[in-house]
């Protein structure tokens, strides 16, 4: 179940990340800067004020009442109707199929914003995130090349997209 994210949320939230840093480090950059629990809440301040602006929606993720990862639209154009998903779990809860339900959970609220396309760029050796991708009826669209500057270097990405109907 998805709902919106809260201050609250900061600490459990930041031992999550503490707890699955390895695993989660290897293909999201952010997770080196999150280094406290005041630094969840900075990105939770951020994420609210994008999301007042109508820039992004960030949610938590819960199973059974507990927070188990994150889930967001990001880079929303309301102009363009397009935005860009995001999503991390615990690693003790990746394999349950917790992102698929959650995904089509996010892309119901995506159309009821007038939302018509939504992309999730992985990279090219995240194949866990590339199988939900795929899963989901997401095409890939292309290799993006040095996409993103990350650690003094460029990084490639994969592109899958989905219209919404």
Known sequence: MLRLVALDDAAFLFQLVNHSRQ?????????????????EVAFIKFALEMGEAGLQKTFVIEEQEQIVG????????QADCHARIGYWLDE???GQGIVTKNLQELEQAAAQMGLHRLEILTRPLNLKSQAVAKRNGYHYEGLLKDYFFEDGKFEDYQLYAKILK
């Open 70 to 77: 994150m889930m967001d639209l990001h880079a929303i154009s």
């Open 92 to 94: 003790r809860f990746i």
């Open 23 to 39: 695993a989660l480090g290897q293909f999201l950059p952010w997770v080196k800067n999150m280094r406290t629990a005041e630094d």
